[in-house]
């Protein structure tokens, strides 16, 4: 039979040890704390009597409780929270590892803001239920029973008296919490429309000026930000709530004390000692009542937020194989495709494709907008598991157990260069850390990128700017060709990864590149019907179906939808050059 066990179970269990002496820890804080008024209480009872002895030694003991409370107090803080730290790290490493191990496919279905506030928020409310909501509910739980155990002792009628203000007071701040746990709710989802919202203005801020529509954009931003801000005065209002609530709860019981105490100790009830024990009990017992509610709030804040953790890390997506030290053979790779095909639900996609490409041979794959050149490109890379069909490499299929060893020999340039913010040199040598700078310059020769390194002034030590922004669109799609060029692939994939640059300099480089590559296997997508031309064969798509193959010259001959780009090609060409 299953056990249903709580959520935070898998997050503490690993870690009993900690959590033990940490119980540890907080009972021995908490039980000592307990007994500092019932000190307190005693040395002015014995005062009362006129037993001076009796009232220092109590004082004395008093003294020993409260360092004892202290010393605990230091200890429980030290592991417990100590713990939720290491929690939140082992958590947020898990989480991390997982994204990096994720295929393709998963990154498709969800938003990059999304993934990182699990990272981010929802880790932290865990740890704020795992840390201070679990040490909270320990030191309360733990205090009690000794506590009102003492006060019973005393008076068990004055207990009552002061303990109904507190009840209250509790079951308050509980209520605040769920409000303002609400509330917060509500302003994170505004927050992160403004995060979004902004994010996306300043990055398309020259298309909003360049249409003029910078006063519509300022009116959405002003009425988010408005939201906002009426959301988090609400907050701050309610927040404001928890001081005056408990100076009101507290004057309560005080007055009970004083008022209800007062009437015992002239009825010769009760000695005024033991009213200065329950004026100690009630301050001790102050915050550990207050913080039920509290540490309750914050349980179910990690609860939603480990429901969240556990919503993406059973995502159906299988991991991919750990990565491993490959051995390559150093000859270049061969494809063979077969019955390919792989659709979107919308019906749009690829397929059937066939296709065969000798080891060393060239393809170029031309077609229109969505004729699903990325599409098949991806699907060579192994970074789509196609539907139907099979693809081999060196004559055995590309699955799974395969998929780290394609990689090894793969040079893959998608169509949107991605670089990261850092050097020119790092983002050139990232497939290959350390590589050395005669080489790196070789293969920014190679892309034509020599000239333009050579006359920054920092060289290969320039900063690249957030995915490169300082780089021009045709310099980042060179660099990123470069940085695969480094790895000296078997098979290079290149998805327009020169849409950006002209047609002259791409033809050299392609040229540049043949010399470079020796015999690798290419395969590159295009709208260019020249480019393709440099390739030995041609795969013509439209609509996801392959409409003509064979040699250049022959399609430049034949009558079809190459002949024609080409046509229409060669006229904007010569137009061009006037
Ligand atoms: N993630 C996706 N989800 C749904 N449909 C997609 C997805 N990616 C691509 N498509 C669709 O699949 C078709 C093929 O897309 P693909 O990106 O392969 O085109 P392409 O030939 O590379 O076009 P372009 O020349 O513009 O780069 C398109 O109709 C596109 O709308
Ligand atoms: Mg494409």
């Known amino acids: 039979m299953a056990i249903n066990r709580p959520w935070w179970w898998k997050l503490l269990s690993p870690h009993r040890k900690t959590l033990l002496l940490g119980l540890g820890a907080t009972v021995l804080c908490s039980v000592a704390a307990s007994w500092v008024p019932f000190w307190s209480g005693r040395a002015v009872k014995a005062l009362e009597l006129g037993q001076w002895s009796l009232s220092r030694q109590s004082l004395v003991w008093m003294l020993a409780f409260t360092l004892t409370a202290g010393i605990g107090r230091y200890f429980m803080r030290y592991t417990l929270i100590g713990l939720s730290r290491s929690i939140e790290r082992l958590q947020r490493e898990e989480l991390y590892t997982f994204f990096l191990a994720r295929p393709f496919a998963f990154f498709e279905r969800q938003q990059v803001g999304d993934l990182m506030s699990r990272i981010g928020d929802d880790v932290s409310t865990v740890r704020m239920a795992t840390g201070p909501g679990v040490m909270s509910f320990l030191a309360t739980v733990a205090m009690l029973p000794v506590t009102l155990g003492l006060m019973f002792h005393t008076s068990p009628r004055l207990t009552v008296a002061v303990l109904v203000p507190f009840l ?140 969240r953790i556990d919503a993406i890390l059973g995502s159906r997506e299988a991991p991919l194989p750990p990565p491993e030290a490959e051995e390559l053979p150093a000859d270049p790779l061969g494809l063979r495709v077969r019955g390919l095909v792989s659709r979107f639900d919308s019906g749009r996609g690829l397929g059937p494709v066939d296709l065969d490409l000798p080891p060393g041979g060239s393809l170029a794959i031309v077609g229109g907008i969505g004729s699903g050149k990325t599409l098949l490109l991806q699907l060579l890379a192994g970074l ?195």
């Open 168 to 307: 209250l007071l509790a079951g308050a701040f509980y209520y605040i919490g769920r409000w303002s746990h609400i509330l917060q709710q509500r302003l994170q989802v505004v927050t992160s429309r403004i995060n979004t919202f902004s994010h996306e203005a300043i990055s398309g801020e020259r298309v909003i000026q360049a249409f003029g529509l910078e006063a519509d954009r300022v009116r959405e931003f002003h009425a988010l930000s408005e939201q906002q801000a009426r959301l988090g005065i609400r907050q701050t209002v309610l927040w404001g709530a928890y001081g005056p609530v408990a100076g009101i709860m507290g004057g309560i019981s005080i007055l009970a004390l004083v008022g209800y105490g007062g009437h015992l100790v002239l009825q010769k009830a009760l000695h005024i000692g033991d009213l200065t024990a329950f004026s100690g009990y009630l301050v001790a017992m102050g915050w550990p009542i207050m913080s039920l509610g509290w540490a309750a709030n914050l349980f179910q804040r990690g609860k939603a937020g480990q429901e």
């Open 384 to 578: 789509r598991r196609p539907e139907a069909g099979e693809i081999l490499v060196d004559g055995m299929p590309l699955d799974e157990g395969r998929l780290r060893w394609h990689w090894a020999g793969l040079g893959w340039v998608p169509q949107e260069a991605f670089l990261f913010s850092s050097t020119l040199r790092e983002n050139l040598a990232f497939g290959r850390p350390g590589a050395p700078d005669e080489e790196l310059w070789e293969v920014a020769r190679v892309v034509c990128l020599d000239d333009l390194i050579q006359r920054l002034p920092q060289g290969l030590d320039t900063v690249v700017g957030e995915r490169g922004v300082v780089l021009s669109g045709g310099e980042r799609q060179r660099t990123a060709l470069a940085r695969a060029l480094l790895r000296r692939p078997r098979l290079l994939l290149l998805d327009d990864a020169l849409s950006a640059v002209d047609a002259e300099t791409e033809s050299r480089i392609l040229e540049n590149l043949r010399d470079f590559l020796g015999r690798a296997t290419l395969v590159l997508a295009t709208h260019r019907v020249f480019v393709a031309e440099l390739c030995e064969q041609v795969l013509v798509l439209e609509e996801g179906r392959v409409l003509q193959r064979g040699p250049a010259q022959d399609l430049a001959r034949a009558p079809g939808l190459f002949a024609r780009l080409r046509t229409l090609q060669s006229l904007e060409r010569s137009l061009e050059r006037g």
